[in-house]
């Protein structure tokens, strides 16, 4: 299994009005199954366009992504997005807006009774049983992206792409996330793919950090090997000294070799 | 108070032992429920009994200018005595043309809902259309945009020799009347679906018609709802002078025929019942809209 998923000399430009920029450019990257892999890097540098090529939600201007060596060109419910601003449907209740998506994948293989065991199998999974009938607007933030995790796990994907998931809640509602996802990927073994400008929560969850350098034109500046063992707890790493390494390299790596620029 | 301050901390002593006492604290009162009742009377009060004051206002003034004879319209005392039957009775039926307005209001209603269902049906699938595509918007919005802009009552001879029948005719101007605000308030609502909604909808591979009916029609319902809103009030509108016009046993003929036998307190109580159809029509359209958006709209 050598190979997952692979991002092949991918080139990304967008033109607007006669003029064309590059986003990204010479992206090589190869993803195991099962990996947690983390692709940081400053505000712009191209990680959302890098995601959204790996979803399917844009196309590569040049280069392929391959998954199970098969190339990706749209948008499917075997790459599942959880997406920074949880996007789900504010009209649909949490276990109908995880229904959506069950019904859709599943309407041909699994019965009603299944379906249904699933979609509330996948809400505990991410301890939201308990709000199954509630509205979007009737919850917090946090669980609002906890439903958007359930939404995407119950697509059982055979990757799951997180956008800046933690981005918009607050800093204790966001470790309480990140242990929950740890677990799931602990519990599922997913291979997940995590955009994030966090460099303690890169460092955390990750086994690898994508560097992206700035752009436009990013590259992958610097791909970082976490060398901790899992299961991780977030005490115990605070001390531990390959913590430290991790995150000084990415910091540095940030701070240091790739500064970003204020556009002057 | 300084005193305590200039001791050293050892030596100043609470002023009782630290002892765990129970506190009972009063029982609260049970919320007066007379009171409650009494605050909601108040509110009720606040919105009828200014209505209420001004319509007695206008009605005196109606009273004294036209009460002496000869005047140009009857004043309310007449209409009472002349139309009394027709606010009392709404529902009587004495042969084919002499029935009640409340058996008028339903046949007129009737037309506005075969008229204004077809325009709602086919408004949201053009607004939609047009939303959705940008060759729709380019290729439509102009013929709409002139379109909607031409009366109701323009429409009616050319829909007369269309369908050279009344009933349908009087049903085809309700329905070109009311399907624009419904176009361009759908386009707009579906022009404004977040990009989010989309990309779910893209990741999960909803088909076309998934896509309209799980995406867009929940997504622009406030949208919808509006132009629902404003495409009721104005069939109403239409309905009373399509029927002027084509005749049968509507409302807008009734007042017509009124005009044409002098019945002027006849026409005044037939334009109560058409004012207060149409704020129930339009507190209708609102009530659904509200009940369907709950969600949406609290984003």
Known sequence: MTGY?????????????????????DINLVIEKGE???????????????????????????????????????????RAVVFQNHSLLPWLTVYENVKLAVDKVFSGRKSKAERHAWILENLDLVQMGHAKDKRPNEISG?????????????????????????????????AHLQDSVMDIHARLGNTMIMIT???????????????????????????????????????????????????????????????????? | MAAPALKPASLVAPAAPPQGAVVTLPARKPEVRSGLMLTRAREIAVTVVPPLIVLAVIMIIWQIAFAK??????????????SKDLILQPFFNNGPQDIGLGYRILI?????????????????????????????TRGLDPIFQVLRTVPPLAWLPISLAAFRDANPSAIFVIFITSIWPVIINTAVGIRNIPQDYRNVAEVLRLNTVEY??????????PYIFTGLRIGIGLSWLAIVAAEMLTGGVGIGFFIWDAWNSSKLSDIIVALLYIGLVGFALDRLVAFIGGLVTRGTSAQ
């Open chain 1, 5 to 25: 998923l692979k991002l092949d000399h991918i080139d990304k430009s967008f033109s607007r009005g006669g003029q064309t920029t590059e986003v990204l450019s």
């Open chain 1, 142 to 174: 946090g669980m609002k992206q906890r439903v958007g995790i359930a939404r995407a796990l119950a697509m059982e994907p055979k990757i799951l792409l997180l956008d800046e998931p933690f981005g918009a809640l607050d800093a204790l509602t966001r």
């Open chain 2, 212 to 221: 309209f009916f799980k995406i867009m029609v929940p997504s622009a319902a």
């Open chain 2, 69 to 82: 004879p000869g005047a140009s319209l009857p004043a309310p005392s007449v209409i009472w005595a002349e």
């Open chain 1, 197 to 264: 400008h966090d460099v303690d929560e890169a460092v955390l969850l990750s086994d690898r950090i994508v560097m992206m350098t700035n752009g436009p034109s990013a590259r992958i500046g610097d791909v970082l090997a976490v060398p901790l063992a899992r299961p991780r707890k977030r005490l115990d790493l605070v001390s531990d000294p390959r913590y430290i390494g991790a995150r000084e390299a990415v910091l540095r790596f940030l701070y240091e070799r790739h500064r970003l620029i204020e556009a002057a």
């Open chain 2, 108 to 136: 007129s209603l009737q037309r506005v809902a075969i008229g204004f269902g077809l325009a709602a049906v086919v408004g949201v699938l053009l607004g939609a259309l047009v939303g959705q595509s940008i060759w729709a």
């Open chain 1, 36 to 78: 947690y892999v983390s692709i940081i890097g400053h505000s712009g540098c191209g990680k959302s366009t890098l995601l959204n090529l790996i979803a399917g939600l844009t196309q590569v201007s040049a280069g392929a992504v391959l998954l199970e060596n098969r190339e990706v060109n749209a948008p499917g419910p075997e």
